[in-house]
């Protein structure tokens, strides 16, 4: 208990540093909005409010807001956040609540605007447009789309949400057309003083660009128009299972397809990823696999994921994409306590191999911990997927140049109790920071930190580097000159 309380505090101060009014605050903000709705205000005790904080994917971002406004269409969400800022409210937006950074998508004695009914899914088949709600999990998205046999560049797990679509964007297309931000063409954007634009190339165009990447410091996205690309009548996908005896080769495979199928068979995607199980003390993998053909086999490129020992193999012809997203994702499932961390390495064969062996060993040490589960993904980022985002004219990452594929390394941790949160988080860190450290000394190190895999204190938007730090500040001051999103809501804010 001591430990879950001191968790907590570690959350307030968290939210508090970007909320100072938090304590001070005489106005009442969930009663200002439920003058105006009174039926989309749920407070603690309600079957709305229980459910909203059911949809967190980790219990440390469960928090305890005094109200969830819970809005249908984009005037409300404009008039609430016109009330909030005005009042000077501590508020959090949550869409499908995959986030582990504590504090982002939730607070403790403020709003949380819950935009679970924000479910349009329009598909423009001719102009080859989708146009969602932020509501929608991915695989609604991907069902609406598969009824036209076309895909966006979106999330692989079927329940996670469109908050994706702020970060960068880890997807089954990356290799052919970019990351998922490089591929919004337009936002409809409610900013802090309740006004609402839309963000695109010909529309606000500097907003368009800090929104790709520039996460939730600009305002609230009441909607999504991404591009959506045909795809054949059959493609060939499914999730490979592994055990202990594949891991000797998995790295040498994962590099692989970082610095050649990845690069040189853009048809490709696989996630490559393993994670150990506390409870049994072994490895497995999970991995998913698409090749955007239609054909039976697998391409040569991916053929040695199947020549070293599996143990089920799903990987069929099939008509749609949403079945696979609820095939990767089972097996997740809200309510353990989870912290993910990241960093950024140039790919190298050798350093994917140290880099297993310590976090293997890192987890084997925390076995005893109650529901102990430990998730390596190595994902790349081939300079092709960075040449694509500048042709779609350009993010805030700061990607540009990379002459060699990158490796996005993800390393989440699970509690299945908040009381061993603390420890557990806390060893974790220290663990990441280290082999970040030997990662630099390699000269190995890339600066960026991709958002959607971050911990609430990791640097990402410094990681984007100072021109692109600038620019953030400057588009933050255009369309929130009073701050709102900066000291209102909480998660990735632009360094000051
Ligand atoms: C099981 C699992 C699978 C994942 N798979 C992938 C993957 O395949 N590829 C990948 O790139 N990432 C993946 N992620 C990471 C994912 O990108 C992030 O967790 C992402 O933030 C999830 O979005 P969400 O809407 O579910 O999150 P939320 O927690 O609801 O939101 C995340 C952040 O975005 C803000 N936000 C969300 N929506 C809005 C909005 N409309 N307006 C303003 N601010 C908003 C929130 O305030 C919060 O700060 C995965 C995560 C999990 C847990």
Redesign the pocket.
Known sequence: MARTASLLALVSAAVVSASPLLETRQVDCCALIENVYPDKISYPGSSGYVTETGN??SST?SLAPNCYFIPDVTAEVATAVGLLTANSCTF??????????VG??GNTGGVTIA?TNFKQRDIDPVNNIASIG?GNRFHEVYTAADAYNKVGVL???A??????L??????YLNNLEGL?VDNVVAREVVLANGTVVIASADSHPDLHKALKGG??NF????RYDIKVFDYPETILGGLVTYGEEAMPFYDDLTYHYHVDAAVNDKLTHI?PQWGFNGATGQRESFTPFLYLNQQSQLPPSLQPWVDIPWVHNTIRETPDLAPLSFEN?DG?FNGDA?Q?RTFTIFADREFFHEISERFHAFAQSWAHIEGFYALHCKMPITPYMVEKGIENGGNVLGLEGIEQTLSIQYFGVTAKNLEDADELFAAHEEFIENLREIAREKGLLHRYI????SAFNQAVIDSYGADNVAFLKQVAEAYDPTGAFHTL????KIPQ
């Not at 959090?92 to 950074?101: E, I, L, N, W, Y």
């Not at 809501?489 to 990735?492: A, M, R, S």
Request: charged letters at 5%; a positive charge; proline letters at 2%.
């Open positions: 967190y994917w971002c959090s937006v949550r869409a499908g609540g995959h986030h582990s950074s982002a998508a935009l932020p999330g692989r797990y329940q996670v949400g469109t908050g994706l702020l970060g960068a964007g880890l997807s998922s996460g939730d305002g609230v996205i009441t996630l994702h997740y989870q993910q991709m958002w959607n895999y809501v909480g998660g990735q």
